[in-house]
């Protein structure tokens, strides 16, 4: 029998504004129930996931900082099954497949753009306090957003006429940017590679499977790409994002967890033998 596996983002997605997923507790339920994979797929750091892991009782493996790192329980897929090619961090609960640059690389970036006239401000610029405030996180969950290894969001505080000539020098130093809730500079990881990654240790475990990818901006776009069955939900002002331009997407009929309950109750029964 093909195997769902099901790749999503957290904010605007699985997690409404308060950064509550009850609205999608009746899809949770079912996937659960039918032994579905649900890998969490995000901008947000390990220490964040791991938070929304525990609340959502979830075992499976996850993506962190936009396809920086791929974090795979241990035990969770054969040993031989990693390709060789990929670097593993040794960790004490995890298998860690690094595909993105390293932190401290992004932050010397951040510091040489700033030198060069443009008002660019990181989350390592902040304090826990302003992540907090900025964000709506508790202070829990600004401090675990804050301990990034692959990712650095950030402010720009200049004239958006200046966007352009920002977005060249971020790739003249050999960098990619994301925009969403903020704007990112990373490597060249994206989420779409760290799902096509997962997605073979996944036919490696169980043969056939069906590749589900939910999210809501531009960001997610790599990841839509490199599923069978794309998804996008609205946003709180009932919106689907314009900057999303897919051939073929399935729309949620729903703003984030709303969205994310009704498509998945009907994709997962659609599925269903």
């Known amino acids: 029998m093909t195997k769902p596996v099901i790749f999503s983002d957290l904010d605007g997605t699985l997690l409404d504004e308060r950064y509550s997923f009850r609205a999608a507790e009746g899809a949770l339920a079912l996937i659960e129930e039918r032994g579905i994979p649900l890998v969490i797929c ?133 960098f990619r940017y994301t925009e969403g809730r903020f704007f990112h500079i990373l490597g060249e990881s994206d989420k779409g590679k760290a799902v096509t990654l997962l997605s073979a240790l996944y036919r490696a475990k169980h043969g056939e499977i069906v590749t589900i990818g939910i999210g809501d901006s531009p960001n997610d776009i790599p990841m839509l790409k490199s599923v069978n069955y794309p998804i996008i939900v609205k946003h709180p002002d009932g919106t689907f994002d314009p900057r999303i331009h ?10 984030g967890p709303e969205g994310w309950n009704k498509a998945i109750l009907q994709l997962i029964k659609g599925l269903a033998p």
Do not use: C
């Open 42 to 174: 995000s901008s947000k750091t390990r220490a964040e996931i791991e938070l929304y892991r525990r609340k959502l009782n979830n075992q499976h493996p996850f993506i962190a900082e936009n396809g920086g790192g791929v974090f795979v329980p241990r035990g969770y897929f054969a040993a031989d099954t990693v390709p060789s090619e990929f670097t593993l961090v040794a960790d004490a609960d995890y298998q860690v497949i690094r595909l993105g640059t390293e932190y401290a690389q992004l932050r010397r970036a951040m510091e040489e753009l700033r030198g060069e006239g443009f008002e660019v401000k990181g989350f390592g610029d902040m304090s826990a306090e302003v992540v907090s405030q900025l964000t709506g996180l508790s202070p829990e969950e600004a401090t675990a957003s804050k301990e990034r290894d692959f990712d650095e969001p950030f402010l720009f505080q200049g004239d958006r006429a200046q966007l352009p000539l920002l977005y060249r020098a971020i790739r003249k130093k050999g």
């Open 246 to 255: 897919l051939g073929w997407v399935i729309k949620a009929d729903g703003v």
